[in-house]
């Protein structure tokens, strides 16, 4: 890849020798004009496409009318936002912030707080190898990322890590100081890992012989990414807490974390920040949730990620396999090219995401057409055929 090095910008990742200027629904355009399928949508995050005009409008409205009164006082979209999370999600409180990392922390919070007070101090959260919860220093504790155990030492206690969806596994080190079970119903920056039916079913079952909470970290399935409004809604369990960001704000900054009656044990002063429950962001989001829960809404994510699915079986031909659910999904490539393949994509207009050397992962919007899949395999097909043929 042409990398393009910005000496004032820190460096955290290469990046494409080319600037995005625009965008709208599944295209983004750079600055000399060429258009891209765009297959990341900003990490799974813009659930509308680019620009959507319900999440425009929203900004415009709100910024004409309140942008931010700081959350020591009520403000409307943030009352309604929380009205309406609560009554789709069957929790009882909601709290707001900027980032899933920060949503999780507050997730983590509650879970610690609600072990000392009514748990005999247990504050030990079981979180799974391979997750990803998010990069602060408590998150990066919590996943199990490879390589990040030695970045910055010394590590943030209170983590045990177990194999992914392996329920067994939890209960081998589930104890009197466990305090909760952390997972992601699909592990997405993981490479997209499906457990086997019934995962959170078993943890759930874990957690209440146990007497510990559920954290479910939805911020990548949640808000109709894998074709409900929450992933969990698939298992039919509810998780003690919940956490969502990602497409919550459809591209703009929110995260949430949501807790039933006895996981909400905030007192005044445990919790706050900022930015929390802006009403800028809340009145997106607030739009986002009326859209995406719309029955025929999350009919069109099962169905497109369905004709998705099958356009990528025939991919096997090359050795490809995928895996995924509604409209997220990984190509496992059958040897460690997927940066290369990333690459070519890019030169055929094309933006697609590789976590990791073998794996091609598609998180188009929400709302992609069947059209923009067939147009996705117009140009993967024939790199991928080029690729791995020659090999085979
Ligand atoms: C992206 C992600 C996070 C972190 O969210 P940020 O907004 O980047 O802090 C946490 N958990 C999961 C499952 C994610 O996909």
């Given at each position: 890849m042409k990398t393009n090095h910005c000496s004032t910008l820190m460096a955290i990742t290469p990046r494409p020798d080319l600037v995005i200027a625009r965008g709208a629904g599944s295209y983004v355009w750079d600055e000399r004009g060429t258009r891209y399928l765009d297959f990341v949508q900003g990490w799974a995050v813009n659930a509308l496409g680019h620009c959507a005009p319900e999440v425009q409008a929203a900004?415009?409205?709100?910024?004409?009318?309140?942008?931010t009164p700081s959350p020591a006082y009520h403000n409307r979209p943030q009352l309604e936002l929380a009205a309406q999370l609560v009554e789709?999600?069957?929790?009882?409180?909601a709290h707001f912030c900027s980032t899933g990392a920060e949503a999780n922390e507050a997730a983590v919070k509650l879970a610690r707080k609600w072990g000392r007070t009514r748990r005999r101090a247990a504050y030990e959260v079981i979180t799974t190898n391979n997750a990803f919860h998010g990069r602060t220093f408590a998150m990066m504790a919590a996943s199990g990322k490879l390589g990040w155990d030695g970045l910055f030492p010394p590590n943030m206690p209170g983590f045990r890590r177990v194999a992914y969806g392996d329920p067994a596994a939890v209960r081998a080190v589930i104890g009197d100081h466990t305090v909760a079970i952390m997972v992601e119903p699909i592990?997405?920056?993981?490479?997209?890992i499906v457990p086997a039916r019934g995962y959170l079913r078993e943890l759930r079952a874990i957690a209440d012989e146990y007497g510990v909470l559920l954290i479910a970290d939805e911020i990548q399935t949640g808000i109709g990414r894998t074709g409900t409004l929450f992933c969990h809604q698939q298992e039919q369990v509810l998780p003690d807490?919940?956490?969502?960001?990602?497409?919550?704000?459809?591209?703009v900054p929110i995260a949430a974390v949501l807790a039933n009656q006895i996981a909400s044990c905030f007192d005044y002063g445990d919790q706050g920040g900022t930015?929390?429950?802006?009403?800028?962001?809340?009145a997106v989001a607030l739009k986002v949730l009326q859209i995406v829960k719309e029955p025929a809404f999350l009919e069109h994510v099962r169905s497109t990620g369905a004709y998705l699915r099958e356009r990528l079986r025939t991919l096997e031909e090359f050795g490809c396999s995928a895996r995924g659910s509604g409209l997220l999904w990984a190509i496992?490539?059958?040897?460690?090219?997927?940066?290369a393949v990333r690459d070519e994509c890019l030169a055929a207009g094309v933006l697609v995401n590789a976590p990791r050397p073998n794996l091609i992962r598609l998180m188009p919007s929400l709302r992609v057409q069947h059209s923009e899949v067939d147009?996705?395999?117009?140009?993967?097909e024939p790199i991928l055929r080029q690729r791995l043929l020659r090999v085979a």
């Open positions: 900004l415009a409205e709100q910024a004409a009318r309140l942008i789709t999600s069957g929790l009882a409180q592990q997405g920056e993981g490479g997209v807490i919940l956490t969502l960001g990602k497409g919550l704000g459809a591209g930015y929390n429950g802006n009403p800028l962001v809340t496992v490539l059958p040897d460690d090219c997927a940066e147009e996705l395999l117009a140009v993967l």
